[in-house]
């Protein structure tokens, strides 16, 4: 049986994308799990969530939830409902915004056209209004050519008489639209009675949320002071709210509200918080409330080597200002429950108290086996690609639907290995863009090349494990240390599973509460990623060359200087996206063509300085039907640009440098002229042999194909070095060298002259 997957990602990721969905497409929240269906037109942000069905009252016990639910409803400013003129103003008590219109004014309107009519208490505190307990209820109406009317109740006797707003005094203190903000407006400005709104992309300096929303202000006492007054900010079903006093603004704090629903969030209940990412710590977290995190994401101090939440509590029936007096309750996907406490001296060990498991169950993850489970998540993060990307097939075949993990594409020294000379923002930005070379440029029909960008077993394998210099899988019995294995026990993660031409790595290791192991095996093969789970027998088999899945004998090998790598944050721009991707490199000169699919201009900005570009003033061309602007003019010199199509979005991040020269005399490499935002790094010679062949593995001059020299390759240490050299040199037709640099986007490379032995 299919399933049906809804596009989904936490509500924060949906809020800084901003996508636009199709007509008919559903958005899913989940860490609220809310949705939003998409209309072909709208952003993400600027859509309605779905009315939320069969919610369940969380407020209170079973007993106690229906009396809650209709407090918060009564004390709640709801839109109740559009008022005729059988309706009298005088008889409405209920808290809430009630509207009429030009031809059906209510009976005691002070107006006589269309309105809208705000009941709120007139005291600080909540009471639920009753005809036994009416006590100075606030009316408050406002016409639509914006008149302003205010009365009050008078205990049992009803309303008083209505009072129009007209001086400065009362405007100065009454509810009224002050300001349009912009990005401009900072908020610890904002002193004056009123409402303040912005737009989506436009919020104020000093704004808790980043998105479309109003601030509130309004005084502490009844007196006009520039202190001693309150700051609501609210969007959504979220508000926020601070206190200022002659010491200055106080922090935000998240307060309690509901949708018409009853659906909410409170900051002082186990409300879910965030979820966590790579390298956060639960040593950190104190506030009540839900943290979670997903498998594989690197969490210290995480008892279990899972995905799962963290409950946090406090001790006694008072929130706390200090840091310690609270505890801890982890669960994980599997089932296990952990537990701990903080006092004066910090978090105690965690104490397991229910595993239940089974054979999926775990070791408490260590920060080496969190790193590499962070790592291969975001290697297995799903795309879909939107037109032909080839595969690594002998014969035409792309890849199509939605697919978890890199292509297959041996393209190092072509300059196109995701891991090695890209990065992982790179390719799934370079998915988004329908002209980026994914979709234009391939290998052919070939079993080692296919998609322009790809990753092979050992480049995969060598970058996860830290290793700067990439080493081939006929390279790997030397660099290794074999590990001679005699019991299970011996195994880390990290460890490599190596044989000719191919290699793997052990990601994950379990045991469970009988103490059977479970070993984890992932490797880059094949048209894609691959991971399968292994108890200690299957595991044998491997080694044995009996494995169902791979006949081939494997020996188990651990670099001596292994660091398993902590993948940044994937993060693109989605409103600019060159036809290589977003956060990468061009050499000084390149054409650099990026494609913009809303606005007709852009922002680039260097250091400080910002240029506003016109885009039809710019060179274009048409890639599978989208237009493309080249932008090389703009960033015409060595730095660092970032491209946004307005000063909120998401920013495209682009490098230009120059890799400079590299001259070979002999044994002796001098490099020189690179830019200073590059680093050199290290090197390896390639060989020249007479022949032909449609792909050869170096660029090689006609007549001859260019080839790895085995091991001859080091670290740079200086601008002047001498090559490691052997026999595949010597029993060369001639050889080069290649340089690699560090760009922080991934690795440029400039080869050197060539020098002919035959």
């Known amino acids: 049986m299919e399933r049906i997957q809804l596009r989904r990602d936490t509500s924060t990721r949906w809020r800084e994308v901003n996508p636009i969905l199709m007509e008919g497409e559903v958005g899913f929240e989940t860490d609220t799990r809310l949705r939003k269906i998409g209309d072909g037109v709208n952003r993400w942000n600027d859509l309605d969530y779905l009315a939320a069905e069969n919610i369940v009252n969380d407020i209170g016990d079973s007993e106690t939830a229906t009396i809650n639910q209709d ?15 059988d309706d009298d103003l005088d008889l409405i008590t209920e808290l809430g915004i009630f509207v009429w219109t030009n031809d059906s004014v209510p009976q005691n309107s002070p107006i006589r056209g269309g309105g809208m009519m705000i009941v709120y208490p007139f005291y600080h505190s909540n009471f639920a209004p009753s005809p036994e307990s009416f006590v100075k209820n606030t009316q ?23 009072t129009r707003i ?138 279990f080597n899972t995905g799962g939440i963290c409950v946090v509590f406090p001790s006694y029936n008072k929130r706390s200002n200090v840091n310690y007096r609270v505890a801890q309750l982890a669960i994980s996907y599997n089932n296990q429950l952990a537990i701990r406490f903080c006092k004066t001296t910090g978090w105690n060990e965690w104490t397991e108290i229910l595993n239940m498991g089974g054979g999926g169950g775990g070791t408490n ?139 793997k790595i052990i990601t994950k290791i379990n045991i469970d509460e009988n103490s059977k192991f479970f070993i984890t095996i992932t490797e880059q093969t094949g048209n894609e990623m691959s991971e399968l789970v292994y108890d200690q027998e299957g595991f044998e088999k491997i080694l044995k060359g009996k494995d169902p899945h791979d006949t081939r004998i494997y020996k188990i090998g651990r670099f001596s200087n292994q660091s398993i790598r902590v993948l940044p944050k994937i993060e693109y721009s989605e409103e600019v996206i060159t036809e290589y991707g977003d956060r990468t490199y061009f050499s000084l000169g390149d054409d650099i063509f990026i ?20 885009l039809s003033s710019l060179p274009d061309k048409t890639v599978n039907g989208i237009k493309m602007y080249n932008i090389k003019s703009v960033l015409d010199h060595i730095g660092e640009y970032e491209l946004r199509v307005n000063e909120n979005s998401i920013p495209a991040i682009l490098k230009v440098i120059n890799t400079g020269d590299v001259i070979l005399s002999g044994t002796s490499v001098t490099i020189s002229n690179y830019s200073d935002n590059i680093k050199p790094l290290w090197y390896n010679v390639v060989v020249l042999h007479t022949g032909e062949t449609e792909h050869s593995t170096f660029p090689a001059p006609v007549g001859y194909i260019g080839a790895h020299a085995k091991l001859c390759k080091d670290k740079i240490t200086s601008d002047t070095f001498n090559i490691k050299t052997n026999e595949d040199i010597t029993n060369s037709d001639g050889y080069y060298v290649r340089c690699y640099y560090d760009t922080k986007f991934g690795l440029a490379y400039k080869d050197s002259n060539i020098i002919m032995i035959k």
Not at 278 to 297: E, F, K, V
Not at 428 to 433: C, E, G, I, R, W
Not at 485 to 493: A, K, S, T
Not at 595 to 614: A, H, K, R, T
């Open 365 to 503: 993850g260590s920060p080496e086996e969190n790193k590499i489970r962070a790592f291969v998540n975001k290697c297995f993060t799903e795309w879909t690609p939107l037109g032909n990307i080839p595969k690594n097939t002998l014969v035409e075949s792309y890849y199509l639907g939605n697919i978890k993990g890199l292509p297959y594409s041996s393209v190092f020294t072509y300059g196109q290995d995701i891991h090695y000379h890209r990065n992982l923002s790179t390719f799934y930005s370079a998915l988004k863009n329908p002209a980026s070379i994914l979709y234009t440029k391939g290998y052919g029909k070939n079993t080692h090349r296919g998609s322009y960008y790809g990753t092979v077993c050992s480049s995969f394998v060598c970058y996860l494990c830290g290793q700067d210099i990439y080493w081939l899988t006929s390279e790997l019995p030397e660099i290794l240390n074999e590990i001679e294995y005699v019991d299970i026990e011996q195994l880390n993660v990290g460890d490599v599973l190596y044989t000719n031409g191919h290699c």
């Open 71 to 85: 407090f918060l409803t009564k004390n709640t400013f709801l839109n109740r409902k559009v008022l005729t003129i």
């Open 166 to 303: 007209i001086d400065e005094r009362q405007l100065h203190d009454t509810f009224y639209n002050r300001k349009l903000l912009t990005s401009i407006d900072n908020l610890d400005d904002i002193t004056d009675m009123g409402v303040y709104s912005w737009t989506n992309n436009n919020y104020p300096i000093n704004s808790p949320i980043q998105s479309l929303g109003q601030c509130m202000v309004v005084p502490f006492n009844n007196g006009r002071s520039t202190t001693s007054i309150f700051q609501y900010v609210y969007y959504a079903y979220d508000m926020y709210f601070r206190y200022k006093s002659t010491n200055g603004w106080l922090t935000w704090n998240k307060v309690f509200m509901t949708n018409n629903e009853g659906e909410g969030k409170e900051t002082n209940t186990l409300a879910n918080k965030i979820v966590l990412e790579d390298n956060d710590d639960l040593n950190n977290y104190y506030d009540t409330g839900i943290y979670s995190w997903t498998s594989g994401t690197a969490i210290f101090n995480n008892p």
């Open 140 to 162: 408050w109406l406002i016409s639509l050519s914006n008149e302003n009317y205010i009365r009050h109740s008078a205990r049992a006797n009803g309303y008083l008489a209505w």
């Open 595 to 614: 494609y913009v699919p809303f606005g007709d201009s852009l922002i680039v900005s260097e250091n400080d300085n910002n240029e506003n570009i016109d």
